[in-house]
């Protein structure tokens, strides 16, 4: 009985995969247990593959891994459920901490780079900042889903829930102003100093405390009436702040100053300042022993003053660069966001000693083709090395330790090394792409981030950020020959052969800095949009397009021949990197705050790719005529394919005891992903087309980057097995019919 149930499964799966294949013959859309890539008819390309950089692991279609947070920041407990909820600035989600056991259970998608987190005990829900979408998120805790999305104004930080009246309390940094919220819905938006940052609610007196970044100020807000009624002067730079019950103190992280100011909440008056560490950020209190802690961002570490004398008995040695901190009264433990480290230190207030370390997890940023070898090298900002990938097979084949935080890469065709900036190490690190191994390290100024290659000269051009300099590297000897005063805070950097210029961003002044490649001055000052970043040269029409990452959310157009704005193009939110493809003409743009790229033609934007979490870097390959994307939230690269196909043919999680036929034909795509078989697994491919299995590193595909060619006389042959197979299935189905 069971083997000819099994013939019978037998018969329809062949019947299945023969329709699917007559059906791709002829160009219509067949979708089994899986959806279509519905980007492949996109003018600008679609995702083809997601190589996932944490386990080199190369995935069909556009994966966007969100099973690991990065950048975590703020944090909250949640004493309905014992869960912490920690805000992973990085990778737009949130993790979810069992307090019983420290370990993560779930990860929320939430907006883009969230950073406060509030939990409100009214409603059993947390409230989540995201600072890049100016939206708060609102998380059910009964079953860690968002129930909702709550725009406010610009930049949003810190949350603090208020048991009085029951709104909680947003500060928005950039608009200087407090949303109020009840419940889901936005009722009141209170200004208050420059850069409103950390919030707390004082309930001995019903008021709300706001700590004003950038006019050192503390705002206090009646509960109320919902106006500001005093504006306190603490130390420079104040951000996290936390109500000490016990003694009706309010404790202010001065992140400038290195102090910690204590308000009397009585008087609202500063009555101490304490020294703690360098950069104090968050601050929470422990009911358990009266200690306040803080999280010293620059010191990597956490001060414990005691509330009853306001002096530091404790320093406690966490991971790099803490920034949140809470604390959970089922276990009495202090829970630490490192945001470099990608951990969070658990903290026994008993102790005070850190007794666990949870990973929330390299953050891929730079990247560059070498055309010598065919492959892409990708700058892990987090784990301070370059990926190497094999553009052939679209795998990790090695993995080149650099100097710390790496960040720009660029590629020199006169030697065939690959130049690599260490933004940590103030370096530049040079790789040889025949061994790939580091063969020298160079010192530059502070700060180096983008990178870029002048083959008019041979010379290397490194941004400083923090140093407002440009290096200049001679390629022959690998030394500095001259830096380069530029604006503030220079970023991209790309060469115009047509003129000889070197183009910088300078993100802090929102300009383009001009330099002459034969003198190595500045020349020009262009003004562009807010925050420029990633720049890229055209050569079909001689313009050089910018990225404005923040706020503006656009491109800026320069025409090389006279040094001039002539268009400002709106894009995703958060652009970033931008690489020409010269199979096409478009400009690819990462969308860091969108997770999207956007395809533009000349001054138009034609098409918008979605990708993975936080895309950075682009770049093109033109052995393989795709598009590489670095994806710094998901720890991923996108492959993008701009071989516009009419069809495609997605069938997932297939499990059968026989053949299993992938056939891709002329102008269709088929890709059988998960295929667990015992027998046979063949994959035919005819014409110009592509056949992938996922999670199988071989992949075939065209070597030219332009529209595969239809073939008759190969899908007529097709057609003929197909209706051959579909009849031989279909008699052995009626003869067996009893």
Not at 47 to 57: A, E, G, P
Not at 457 to 470: F, L
């Amino acid at each position: 009985m069971w083997r000819t149930a099994k013939r019978r499964q037998l018969m329809k799966m062949m019947i299945a995969v023969s329709i699917a294949i007559l059906l791709s013959a002829f160009g219509l859309p067949v979708t089994a247990n899986g959806s279509q890539n519905s980007g492949q008819n996109n003018p600008g390309g679609y995702v083809k593959y997601t190589l996932d950089l944490l386990n080199n692991t190369l995935i069909n279609g556009n994966f966007v891994n969100t099973s690991n947070g990065k950048g975590p920041w703020g944090v909250a407990y949640d004493p309905s459920n014992g869960y912490i909820y920690v805000a992973d600035y990085y990778s737009g989600t949130v993790s979810v901490i069992n307090g019983a056991t420290n370990t993560v259970i779930a990860t929320i998608p939430v907006g883009g780079d969230p950073m406060g987190v509030a939990y409100d005990p009214s409603n059993g829900y947390i409230y989540v900042a995201n600072w890049g979408s100016d939206t708060v998120s609102v998380i059910d805790g009964a079953n860690n889903t968002v129930i909702a999305n709550i725009p406010v104004i610009t930049r949003p930080v810190g949350v603090a829930y208020d048991p009085s009246n029951g709104y909680i309390y947003v500060t928005n940094h950039l608009s200087n102003t407090v949303s109020v919220i009840n419940g889901t819905t936005v009722i009141a938006n209170i200004t208050v100093g420059s850069g409103p940052w950390g919030v707390a609610y004082n309930p001995s007196n019903g008021y709300i405390y706001v700590t004003d970044h950038d006019s050192d100020t503390v705002s206090v807000i009646d509960g109320k009436t919902n106006k500001v009624i005093a504006t306190i002067t603490v130390g420079s730079g104040p951000r996290g702040i936390a109500y000490d019950p016990s003694n009706g103190y309010l404790y202010v992280a001065d992140y400038y100053s290195g102090t910690v100011s204590v308000i009397n909440g009585a008087t609202n008056t500063v009555i101490a300042n304490i020294t703690v560490g360098s950069g104090p950020w968050g601050v929470a209190y422990n009911p358990s022993n009266g200690y306040i802690y803080v999280a010293d961002y620059g010191s990597g570490t956490v001060s414990v003053i005691n509330g009853a004398t306001n002096t530091v008995i404790a320093n406690i040695t966490v991971g790099m660069w803490p920034v949140g901190v809470a604390y959970d009264p089922s276990n009495g433990y202090i829970y630490v966001t490192n945001r470099l480290s990608n951990t969070v230190s658990v903290i026994n207030g008993a102790t005070n000693t850190v007794i666990a370390t949870i990973p929330v997890i390299t953050w891929p940023e730079g990247i560059a083709y070498d055309p010598s070898n065919g492959y892409i090298y990708v700058a892990d900002y987090d784990s301070n090395t370059v990926s190497v990938i094999d553009g052939a097979t679209n795998t990790v084949i090695a993995n080149i330790p650099v100097g710390r935080w790496p960040e720009g890469i660029a590629y020199d065709p006169s030697n065939g090394y690959i130049y690599v900036t260490n933004h940590l190490s103030n370096t530049v690190s040079v790789i040889d792409g025949a061994n790939n191994t580091v063969i020298a390290t160079i010192p530059v100024g502070h700060g180096p981030a983008g990178v870029a290659y002048d083959p008019s000269n041979g010379y290397i051009y490194v941004t400083n950020e923090i140093s407002d300099t440009v290096s200049v590297i001679d390629g022959k000897t690998n030394k500095v020959i001259a830096n380069i005063t530029v604006g503030m805070w220079p970023v991209g950097v790309a060469y115009d052969p047509s003129n000889g210029y070197i183009y910088v961003t300078n993100y802090y002044s929102g300009t383009v800095s001009v330099i002459n490649g034969a003198t190595n001055t500045v020349i020009a000052n262009i003004t562009a949009g807010m925050w420029p970043w990633g720049v890229a040269y055209d050569p079909s029409n001689g313009y050089i397009y910018v990225t404005n990452y923040r706020y503006s959310g656009t491109v800026s157009v320069i025409d090389g021949a006279n040094n001039t704005v002539i268009a400002t193009i709106p894009v995703g939110h958060g652009p970033a990197g931008v690489a020409y493809d010269p199979s096409n003409g478009y400009i690819y743009v990462a969308d860091y705050g969108s997770d999207t790229v956007s395809v533009i033609n000349g001054t138009t934007v034609i098409a918008t790719i979605p990708v993975g979490k936080g895309p950075r870097g682009v770049a093109y390959d033109p052995s393989n005529g795709y598009i590489y994307v670095t994806n710094s939230g998901s720890d991923t690269v996108s492959i993008i394919s701009t071989s516009v196909s009419t069809s495609s043919t997605s069938i997932s999680s297939v499990t059968t005891s026989t053949t299993s036929t992938s056939t891709s034909v002329s102008t269709s795509s088929t890709s059988i992903s998960s295929v667990t078989t015992s027998t046979t697994s063949t994959s035919t491919s005819v014409s110009t087309s592509s056949t992938s299995i996922s999670s199988v590193t071989t992949s075939t595909t065209s070597s030219t980057p332009t529209k595969p060619i239809p073939s008759v006389v190969p899908t007529l042959v097709v057609v003929v097995v197909v209706v051959v197979v579909l009849i031989v299935a279909l008699l052995m189905i009626k003869r067996r019919k009893p």
